[in-house]
Every structure is written in C-alpha cells, then in structure tokens.
C-alpha cells in the first residue's frame, strides 16, 4: 500500500499568514489522484482539493494544491480564522486507498 | 441536495459485532461507490473499503478482510457496514463517504456513527 507522510505535524501560525503543508508518497501516486480535505473537531472531512490542484465547490481560492509523482502540497495563500483545522492527504489511485496522519493548523 | 445520514451511536462489548447504516438521498443511489472510513479518538483518518452499490461488489482494506462485510438495500438507498469480533481499539467515530467512481475523492460525507467497544 502507498503510504503518505504529512508534514509538519503542527504548524502554529497566524490569521493572515500563509501556510505550506506537505504530503510524500510512499511511491508515486498514480495520475495525480491525490485529495486534501479539511477537518475540524466534531465534523466530518470536507473535500478541498482533488486530482492534486482542483479545488472543489465552493472552496475559497486561497486554497490550492500543487505536486505530482510523490511529493503534494497544500497551501492556503492567508490564513483566515476558519481555516485552523486538521488537514489530510488521501490517495485513490490504488486499489487501496490511504490517508495521510494529518497536520493540523493552529493560531500561533 | 445531497445528503448521507447515518444511524445512531452504539455501545458494544468485545467480541459483538456492529452494524452501521448509511442512508443516500438526493442523488441516485446506484451511480456513486460508497466508501467507509474509521478515525478512532484523537487520531487520524481509516479508509476501510467500499461498494459499488449497482453490482453490490466490494473491495476492503486488507487490514480489514475478514473481518468486515458491507452491503446495500438499493430499494432504500442505503449501505451498511458490518464489523464483527470488536475490540477496544475499534472504538471510533464510522464515517461512509461517496465517490463517482473508484479512483475518484469523496465529496460528500455521513455526518459519522460513534462506536464505543467497552466491558
């Protein structure tokens, strides 16, 4: 299976600032089929990103997605107060999906 | 509008096994995989496996072959999963989660079952 490792596993940063979270492959993941999704405490996942740089209905475009092979990241170009959450990679490429462990996002 | 909601909590002892619905509405049942995917307190995300409503064929996470079963009733939209021999570490919040096809995302998720596995 294809594991994903997430990067940092804290980021401590403020309204305003941007963020860079990073999501590494095991080994490459397969035509891009990589999503991120937000989460906070109490709620399901929410779909952000997928097919690597597609941002999905309605989310803000301070939010995108770069990467390709094995290396992904998530950038939110200026953090609003909704944004501190729990972020995960997920890719689908393979007949058994995997999850990243997540970073989460916390106001410094 | 797209909906997936899930049955209640549950409370089971070790050994018992579980049985999580998820009812779809708002769109066509048998057009989208369902998937179930697990994240136990305070940890991380567990994708568990899906089915592919139209066929009722699934494919699991190995970690979980065995040892869950998912099926679905299309005459009322909805997909269960089924997880026996519980043990303590299974407590966690279910979560079922559409996609359009196997390599595609989840856009749409349950709102999540909790289940406690306790003596």
């Known amino acids: 299976e294809i594991v994903l490792t997430q990067s940092p596993g804290t980021l401590s940063l403020s309204p305003g600032e941007r963020a860079t979270l990073s999501c590494r492959a095991s080994q490459s993941v397969s035509s891009s089929y990589l999503a991120w999704y937000q989460q906070k405490p109490g709620q399901a996942p929410r779909l952000l990103i997928y097919?690597?740089?597609s941002r999905a209905t309605g989310i803000p475009d301070r939010f995108s997605g770069s990467g390709s092979g094995t290396d992904f990241t998530l950038t939110i170009s200026r953090l609003e107060p909704e944004d501190f959450a729990v972020y995960y990679c997920?890719?689908?490429?393979?007949?058994?999906?995997?999850f990243g462990g997540g970073t989460k996002v916390e106001i410094k | 509008q797209v909906q997936l909601v899930q049955s209640g909590a549950e409370v089971k002892k070790p050994g018992a096994s579980v049985k999580v619905s998820c009812k779809a509405s708002?769109?066509?049942?048998?057009?989208?995989?369902m998937h179930w995917v697990r994240q136990a307190p305070g940890q991380g995300l567990e994708w568990m496996g899906w089915i592919n409503p139209n066929s009722g064929g699934t494919n699991y996470a190995q970690k979980f072959q065995g040892w869950v079963t998912m099926t679905r009733d299309t005459s009322i939209s909805t997909a269960y999963m089924e997880l026996s021999r519980l043990r303590s570490d299974d407590t966690a919040v279910y979560y079922c989660?559409?996609?359009?096809?196997?390599?595609?995302?989840?856009?749409?998720w349950g709102q999540g079952t909790l289940v406690t596995v306790s003596s």
């Open positions: 708002g769109y066509t049942f048998t057009g989208y995989y």
């Open positions: 989660a559409r996609s359009l096809s196997v390599v595609l995302h989840h856009d749409y």
């Open positions: 997920q890719q689908y490429g393979s007949s058994q999906l995997t």
């Open positions: 097919g690597a740089s």
